[in-house]
């Protein structure tokens, strides 16, 4: 027998992955300092994330904490100089570290967080899990990683042999022509969960949550 689950999609606006949930018939709600951009407030919770996920009231979590000052394609605000860390970076990604420990460590039995490579100098723990978007039927690369606990790794559903990259890299993506085939994308959008990766997300671990 199925049991009854709620599950929290925290820092997500879009509620791609909350909407991907909600058609397998688990009780998701996403959550974020913003209103909805999904169109269905009704499952959207606007506010702290962390309030939530110390509420009791979950039995997993799929969060998408913010990684701006975390992630390795900072390097060069991190790093503005050869050698020299920007200490005033550096408060900055570890503000967002402790934000993602602080959800890591949440009293909720099933969790997943997902960010792109960080900085080592950010020191996150060793992922579970990398991903591609083209693992899972989009025809683009944006290595993502999962921080998994009681869920098990994704397994890919459809693996496409031909992509591009999805954004421009930061070093040297403009000089290789990559800047026209993305210039459309928002910082917004980019940060948006890919629909096969949340379907994915909501059909493998529908067992483990409700079972």
């Not at 070093?171 to 890919?194: C, D, L, P, V």
């Given at each position: ?144 990683l999962l921080w998994l606990k009681g869920l098990p790794k994704l397994e890919y559903t459809n693996v496409v042999s031909e992509y ?48």
């Amino acid at each position: 027998m199925k049991k009854s689950v709620r599950v929290l999609i925290a820092c997500e606006k879009s509620q791609v992955v909350c909407k991907a949930l909600r058609l397998k018939g688990i009780e998701a709600y996403s959550c974020d300092i913003q209103e909805c951009a999904g169109g269905k407030p009704e499952w959207h919770i606007v506010g702290d994330a962390l309030v939530e996920a110390y509420s009791g009231k979950y039995t997993a979590m799929i969060a998408h904490p913010p990684c701006t000052y975390m992630s390795r394609a900072g390097a060069r605000w991190m790093y503005p100089t050869t050698g020299n860390i920007s200490q005033d970076r550096l408060v900055l990604a570890m503000n967002a570290k402790d934000f993602f420990m602080q959800l890591m460590n949440a009293p909720i039995p099933l969790i997943a967080i997902e960010n792109p490579t960080p900085l080592k100098v950010v020191g996150l723990p060793e992922f579970t899990q990398a991903i591609q978007p083209y693992h899972f039927g989009h025809p683009y690369s944006k290595r993502t990683l999962l921080w998994l606990k009681g869920l098990p790794k994704l397994e890919y559903t459809n693996v496409v042999s031909e992509y591009v990259p999805y954004l421009p890299s930061n070093t040297g993506g403009a000089k290789r022509g990559q800047k026209f085939r993305y210039a459309n994308i928002t910082q917004e959008q980019a940060s948006n969960t890919f629909q096969g990766v949340a379907d994915a997300m909501a059909a493998q671990w529908f067992e483990t949550m409700t079972n």
